[in-house]
């Protein structure tokens, strides 16, 4: 059985990973609005007990897992340890009183519960003594429909509200101003305002780096000197090459040691890692590990295409959230970067395969799936092993999330 998955991220008030939710389906062609939900969460719960762990795709935070009426009913959950999921009621689920037994439960069993997609109705006061966070669709939802639900949950303050499809920097300051706690959406990838920033000079060096990599004939002379000329670029390198990553059998001492044993392809990963991870220091951890993520992801599309340079495709993925990263339109951030032709064209949309390869990404982690089917047909790919490759991806950002914490 092939398991198809995405996760979304869940940020705090201070823009932290707080959790992810999970979205599963048995199949990309399995993509119709009338899916059935107990079927889709019954394969959700078989392929985190036999295809992966939940640690894969959540690492150390929870995740948001949608649950129906009957397989609350069925004790579905408590296949699923309460430290990982948090129970997501779906909103076509109607309030009553097995609903409430079972919520009344999964409370006394220590599980955070979320309703999802909250339509306000008076009947869910009942719930709410057991409910932890609501759901609210912060496009669909109105002003003074919130400000309803405000003050209904305002006589437990226990409960948290988490805003869904926040899109812009503007929606979630908005959100933010209302109240709500937790966000859901893509508003940490997009630009917060049209302005031009300047690189550093440890950028500038990152920068030149990139270019230096990028030529056909790499120098390795002239980038151990580049290396040298910055001790804490030279520490990192030194560090990066002797983590638990690569698994090495004994230290690497020297610039030129570090260079030559990473190679060429690992090399180009590195600067383009920790190009990135420089320029987003002020931003929220969970868009460097979104860049690494689709980096990976990319480079695994290439290499089953086998049409395209893999390790152009990584530098794609991860500079395909630089937009957000500078606060700038893409177009202004590629003046800035010594980047192939191809690679800029796909960042600003032009026709190409890294183009192609970056859209099935993006489908993909928002679990668009019907449109990934598409994508996936036209690229001639194997819809089976994408799985696999995204699974991989996941685990590869986490293990470098780590790495670079330890740098």
Same mark, same amino acid.
């Given at each position: 059985m092939y398991f198809y998955a995405a996760r979304q991220p869940i940020l705090d008030r201070e823009k932290n990973l707080y959790a992810y939710e999970l979205l599963f389906r048995d199949g990309l062609d399995n993509v119709f609005p009338d899916i059935d939900g107990d079927e889709a969460t019954s394969k959700m719960i078989a392929g985190s007990q036999f295809n992966?762990?939940?640690?894969? %795709?959540?690492?150390?935070? @929870?995740?948001?897992?949608?649950?129906?009426?009957?397989?609350?009913?069925?004790?579905? @959950?408590?296949?699923? @340890?309460?430290e990982q999921v948090v129970v997501e009621i779906l909103e076509t689920v109607q309030p009553g009183k097995k609903l409430l037994a079972e919520v009344q439960q999964l409370k006394d069993d220590g599980y955070i519960i979320a309703l999802d997609?909250?339509?306000?109705? @008076? !009947?869910?006061?009942?719930?709410? +003594? %057991?409910?932890?966070i609501i759901k609210i669709d912060f496009r669909s939802t109105d002003a003074a429909t919130i400000d309803q639900i405000l003050l209904? !949950?305002?006589? %437990? +303050?226990?409960?948290?509200?988490?805003a869904e499809k926040v899109e812009t920097n503007a929606e979630f300051q908005n959100a933010l101003d209302m109240g709500f706690s937790y966000f859901q959406g893509y508003f940490f990838s997009k630009p *917060?305002?049209?302005?031009?920033?300047?690189?550093? +000079?440890?950028?500038?060096?990152?920068? *030149?780096?990139?270019?230096?990599? =990028?030529?056909?004939?790499?120098?390795?002379?002239?980038?151990? =000197?580049?290396?040298?000329?910055? !001790?804490?670029?030279?520490?990192?390198?030194?560090?990066y090459s002797n983590s638990a990553v690569f698994k090495r059998r004994s230290e690497i001492e020297t610039i030129k040691q570090a260079l030559v044993v990473l190679g060429q392809v690992e090399l180009k990963k590195f600067l383009s890692v920790l190009f990135t991870a420089q320029v987003s220091s002020e931003k929220p951890a969970e868009l460097m590990r979104l860049a690494m993520t689709r980096a990976k992801f990319a480079e695994g599309i290439a290499s089953l295409h086998r049409q395209t340079d893999t390790a152009k495709a990584f530098l794609t993925g991860m500079m395909s959230l630089m937009d957000a990263i500078l606060d700038e339109p893409m177009s202004s951030v590629l003046t800035k970067l010594p980047l192939a032709k191809d690679i800029k064209d796909a960042l600003v949309g032009e026709p190409g395969f890294l183009s192609e390869y970056l859209a099935l990404v993006k489908h993909y982690e928002r679990a668009e799936w019907q449109d990934a089917n598409i994508a996936i047909a036209k690229l001639k790919l194997d819809p089976k092993v994408l799985p696999d490759k995204y699974h991989e991806a996941v685990q590869w950002a986490n293990e470098q999330m780590r790495a670079l914490g330890d740098a």
């Open positions: 992966f762990g939940l640690d894969d %795709f959540l690492g150390d935070k @929870p995740g948001f897992i949608n649950f129906t009426l009957d397989t609350l009913l069925k004790k579905f @959950p408590s296949m699923l @340890p309460k997609d909250y339509i306000h109705q @008076p !009947v869910w006061r009942h719930f709410y +003594p %057991f409910i932890d209904a !949950v305002a006589p %437990f +303050p226990h409960i948290k509200l988490l *917060e305002m049209l302005q031009s920033k300047a690189l550093s +000079p440890a950028q500038m060096t990152l920068a *030149e780096l990139l270019y230096e990599t =990028s030529k056909s004939e790499m120098d390795l002379a002239q980038i151990t =000197s580049i290396f040298e000329r910055d !001790v804490n670029l030279s520490y990192k390198l030194l560090r």
